[in-house]
């Protein structure tokens, strides 16, 4: 099987809450998704998704995503999508850096690879653990009274792993924890993510301030030096999401003990080979994780379906179902939550069919 052609998309997620705020102020109302489709010589078509949380969460945006794509498809057209490695090889050579571009070429060649050998994605990842997989919701940034409505909210629609937005002022982001826990059932579990916005000294007052509460803390600070400042001196258990942005990151960190858990984006890391890579070798190493992506919709929440679900369920911590999240549906089949759950298709590949008239005409068709 070769490839003949990538067409590319551009659709807009709105937030069905209208507006997802974390640390530094920053917020998104619409997402700006790109999705792909691989147009094979076998007839088969392959597809991919890669959404960034604004221009500013990592170094990735929507037209940056575009503009790699059409950089990286003049090597891709006439290679076999069914060889994930080559590939990736094929990709990095062609481009350094850039994963985000990356990501949604890798995802629709494994769903082609599904495809053409009639096998569910998460199956070549390894197998289907458990029968689905528990998600977290993401809890805006808001006053404190407010999140913690919005938790007993999504409590009563079945999730019970809450993510609350902090990484503003430190004591509104004290009152945020506590407000959060108070409303939280045993068994619930709450991670405050600070999404880089704290300084360290801001960080050391709130870990100091809730350390009676069972909270984990995410990625405090900026950059992974004063993250690991932190790490020492709390006692919570703790999570790194921004700084693990590939294998050898998470191999210093783990020698580090920098972290308990990390947060694995696909996009962050390349695609799905990548975020195999650092899954299977968080298992051997004994760290659980979130699996998920920076953003995404329908093709994305199934990738992370699959992904997910072929990892055991002691390293799952938490996974998100980013199409509930949102205004707009760009595929069918894709796996929609059920009492704070998901699983992935049981379709070959990815197991969804791009909604064509949601996504309008291509923005750019690469051949
Ligand atoms: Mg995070």
């Not at 998309?9 to 937030?15: C, E, S």
């Not at 791009?354 to 309008?360: S, T």
Request: glycine share 8%.
């Amino acid at each position: 099987m070769k490839i003949t052609a990538i067409s590319v998309y551009q659709v807009g997620l709105p937030l069905k809450e209208g507006r997802y705020a974390w640390a530094d102020g920053k917020f998104v109302e619409v997402f700006d998704s790109t999705v792909v489709e691989i147009e094979t010589d076998a007839g088969l078509q392959g597809v991919g998704e890669v959404c960034p949380l604004g221009s500013f969460y990592l170094p990735a945006f929507g037209l940056g995503a575009r503009a790699g794509i059409a950089e990286l498809a003049p090597h891709l057209i006439g290679q076999n999508p069914c060889e994930s490695a080559k590939i990736n090889h094929v990709m990095d050579t062609a481009l350094l850096g850039h994963p985000y571009a990356k990501s949604p070429i890798d995802m629709a060649c494994w769903d082609l690879l599904g495809k053409a050998t009639g096998t569910p994605i998460c199956h070549l990842l390894g197998g289907r653990f458990g029968e689905n997989v528990d998600l977290y919701r993401a809890i805006s940034q808001r006053p404190a009274a407010e999140m913690a409505e919005n938790i007993a909210d999504y409590r009563d629609e079945g999730y019970r792993k809450f993510q609350i937005k902090v990484g503003g002022d430190a004591l509104e982001d004290i009152a945020r924890i506590r407000a959060a826990a108070a409303v939280l059932q045993a068994g619930d579990v709450l991670v405050a993510d600070a999404n880089t916005g704290w300084l360290a000294p801001d960080a050391l007052r709130v870990a100091n301030a809730v350390a009676d509460l069972d909270v984990y803390i995410e990625q405090p600070c900026r950059t992974y030096e004063k993250c690991l400042s932190i790490r020492e001196r709390t006692s919570l258990p703790f999570i790194l999401d921004e700084n693990i942005d590939g294998l050898e990151a998470l191999l210093r960190a783990n020698a580090d003990r920098a972290m308990d858990v990390i947060n694995l984006k696909i996009s962050k890391v390349g695609g799905i080979t990548k975020a195999r890579q650092i899954r299977d070798l968080c298992v051997s190493l004994g760290i659980p994780m979130t699996i998920e992506d920076s953003w995404g919709g329908d093709v994305i929440t199934a990738a992370i379906a699959h992904l997910a679900h072929s990892t055991p369920e002691a390293f799952r911590f938490s996974a998100t179902d980013f199409n509930s999240y949102v205004t707009v549906s760009n595929a069918s089949g894709a796996p929609q939550r059920r009492d704070g759950a998901m699983s992935a298709s049981d379709a070959p590949g990815l197991g969804v069919d791009l909604r064509h008239e949601v996504l309008g005409d291509p923005v750019a068709v690469h051949r």
